[in-house]
């Protein structure tokens, strides 16, 4: 899939676990684990804002488009 979903790398350098994310946007840890694996068909405007608030970063840092 030429889209990439980086949420480990920023969840890396921010020092969190994914645990923590997952308590923060109020998802379980397995939907979670679901974006980041790129398993999920899309993703809401409203939890890409939610990530993004929590990571402190951008759209771009968790999202990524590579070409096949």
Do not use: H, W
Not at 1 to 25: T, W
Not at 36 to 58: M, P, V, W, Y
């Amino acid at each position: 899939m030429p889209i990439i979903v980086n949420i480990d790398v920023m969840l890396a350098k921010r020092k969190m676990q994914s645990k923590e994310l997952a308590e923060i946007l109020d998802i379980t840890p397995a939907n979670l684990s679901i974006l980041k694996t790129g398993k999920a068909k899309g993703i809401r405007f409203e939890s890409l804002e939610a990530i993004c608030k929590a990571l402190d970063c951008q759209p771009g840092d968790i999202l990524e488009y590579r070409e096949e």
